[in-house]
């Protein structure tokens, strides 16, 4: 039986999300054709909303709706976090315990798909390390997030600040963004200097 046209653009337009698979984006489509009409109007509000009011914090590059994040208005500005993606910034933030700044890259050096320095947050990292103290390495502990703390290391180092990186409680191969509290608190304390 051939689905509608409409329900076949909704679910390719969920399967084409990260992690969505087939049997997902049928859910969720139908899920939809459940809602009432107000219901989809406030969801598709919401879309629309996070396009036009979230934008890059001007310091960090974390998501924010001002100019400024309330990260970098109130966190210790002598140690600085850095993060690939502001996904991991949520995912370190949870447990509770670091309260310095961060300092998303927006990605990891990764030749192969073309990304380099210069495609990466890594300018505007340099330029905030007036009196910093420390900058802790948090890129996932796979090849590219080795090969961009080791690179950001060897930038940072000269300079006479102490460069960290996460304690070994995350696993080679994952993400950041799916470990617990205690992991990330565990290897927040353990990091060590590179």
């Known amino acids: 039986m051939k689905q509608p046209d409409s329900i076949v653009k909704l679910i390719n337009k969920f399967s084409s ?3 969505v698979g087939l049997k997902t984006a049928q859910r969720f489509a ?7 009409e107000a219901e989809v109007s406030d969801f598709c509000d919401a879309m629309m ?3 036009s009011n979230v934008h890059l914090c001007a310091e960090c590059g974390n998501f924010t709706e001002k100019e400024v ?3 970098c208005l109130q966190r210790d500005k002598s140690v600085i976090c850095v993060v ?3 996904k991991d910034v949520l995912a370190l ?3 509770g315990t670091y309260r310095g700044v961060y300092h998303v890259l927006h990605g990891t050096l990764s030749p192969l798909d073309g990304r380099g320095p210069n495609e990466l947050n890594i300018k505007s990292l340099l330029k905030r ?3 910093v103290k420390e900058v802790i390495m948090a890129t996932n502990p796979d090849v590219e997030g080795e090969a961009t703390a080791t690179y950001l290391a060897r930038l ?3 300079l006479g600040i102490k460069v960290t990186r996460l304690a070994q409680g995350i696993s080679i191969g994952s993400d950041i963004e799916y470990a617990d509290e205690v992991t990330l608190d565990r290897a927040l304390d353990g990091r060590t200097e590179i």
């Not at 139908?30 to 009432?36: G, H, Q, R, T, V």
């Open 17 to 19: 999300l990260p992690g």
């Open 30 to 36: 139908y899920s939809i054709i459940d809602m009432s």
């Open 49 to 51: 909303s996070v396009k």
């Open 69 to 71: 994040c309330d990260i």
């Open 84 to 86: 690939a993606y502001p």
């Open 93 to 95: 933030d949870k447990s």
């Open 129 to 131: 390390l007036d009196g």
């Open 156 to 158: 940072i180092k000269p």
